[in-house]
Structure formats: structure tokens, C-alpha cells
């Protein structure tokens, strides 16, 4: 066998034991960002929301069904929502557009202080006639406990935070509940360069706060669940090693 052959072997073994050694630490991440060098982030498939793992139907406390019933020389039906029907979404698989409109600021401050100051002091004086005698007993101590303590606690704490995002996105309609609300659910990605947006709205929205151009705030949206992220090289340089994370979480200190 050359030295060469044995040499590549070595460092084939060596190139092995280094990814096996990030899998355990990394979670295998590593192995999959070695594998994306000098390329672009990929964008996820489009698939059905309902049939991803972890997926769980939404279940909220519903009113009795009404019975559908029609009135003689009347077109109206009761338990109907509008006399002509229009084409803003109702049923599953229909999309509506979701205006994200997010302003919060909340500016917060308060302040806490405590103090406590305690003293005791107890002794003896004369025990069982030690003055009479000639000689005092010098055994017995003048103070037998004295004890000073003080405490005081201060404490301060602000919250000054601004938020703000504006945008829209067009979400699916996963499920209508038994009182006629839509479950929806959208998601975008946008990639710039080798950086990837990401928009994920979900939530409850009655029919009714759908305006007529097939819109909704998300002011109007029930358990609402909004996430504005992104994932890539730059999010990836932000985020501190996994070694770190891991000693942030173990040390106590």
C-alpha cells in the first residue's frame, strides 16, 4: 500500500470522526450547512397545512346547531348570513388576504424599596448574690447574646419597547368551525439574495369581519398567531454557537 492511499484513508476517517462529532453536538445541522456552502437557502415545499406532523384540529366551545327551516312566500332561510351570495371566502380552500397592521409601544417603568434595621442585646447583671462575694466571679459574662442585623433592597425596572409591522398575506382557509368560523392560515417567503423572509399568520376570523374585497385585519383575527422572522447567513451570524448556547444552559453561574 503507497503512502498516498494511506494518507487519504486517514484523512477520510479524520473528515468522518469530525462529522460525526458536529452530529452529536449539533444536532446534524452542521452536516446540512456544510452541505448548502456557496449555495442559496432553499424554499420550503407548498403543502397541505392539515397534514404536517404536530397538526391539530382547532376545537373552541360551540352554540347548538340551527335547523335550517324556510318561511312560506319568503326567499330568506334562517341560520343564512347574507341573501346574495357573494365570493368572499367561506369554505375550506378558500383564500383571503390578511392585513397585517402591528403599532404597539409600551413604555413601563417602576421601583421597589425596602429597608429593615433590628437590634438585641440581653445579659446578666448579678447571678445568685456574685457581688457579695469577695472576689466576683469573672465567669459570668456581662452579655450573654448581643445581635445587630439590617437589611435593604432596591430595585428598578423599565420596559420601553416599540413595534411596528405592516404588510400583507394571503392565507387558506384549514377549517370552518361548527358555528360557521374560518380557521385560516398563510404562510410567505421571500428570499433576497442568500436570505430568506419568512410570514406566518394563523388564527379564528368570523365571516363577517371579511371586508368585500376579500380582506381582513389581523386586528380581527381570534388566537391569532403572527411570526415575522428569516432564516440564512445573516440570521445564521447572529446567532451565537451551539457550543454556547449549551454552556449559557449549564453553567449556573
Known sequence: MSPFSSAS??????ISALLLASCALGGCSSIDRLSQIGEQPKLSAID??????GYKPVQMPMPKPEVASYNPNSLWRNGSRAFFKDQRAHQIGDLLTVTVN????ANLSNETQRSRTASEDSGI??????????????ILP????????????????????TEALQTNVAAVVTQVLPN?????????EIRVNYEIRELVVAGIV??????????IDSSKIAQARIAYGGRGQIMDVQQPRYGQQVMDVLLPF
Request: no cysteine; hydrophobic share 25%.
Open 9 to 14: 484513508r486517514l484523512r477520510r476517517i479524520a
Open 48 to 53: 397541505n397545512p392539515t397534514t404536517q406532523p
Open 102 to 105: 402591528i403599532t404597539d409601544k
Open 125 to 138: 447583671t448579678d447571678f445568685i448574690g456574685s457581688k457579695t462575694v469577695t472576689q466576683p466571679l469573672k
Open 142 to 161: 456581662g452579655r450573654l447574646l448581643t445581635t445587630d442585623s439590617s437589611s435593604s433592597a432596591d430595585g428598578k425596572g423599565s420596559v420601553n419597547r
Open 180 to 188: 360557521g368560523n374560518l380557521v385560516v392560515e398563510g404562510k410567505q
Open 206 to 215: 368570523r365571516p363577517e369581519d371579511i371586508q368585500s374585497d376579500n380582506t
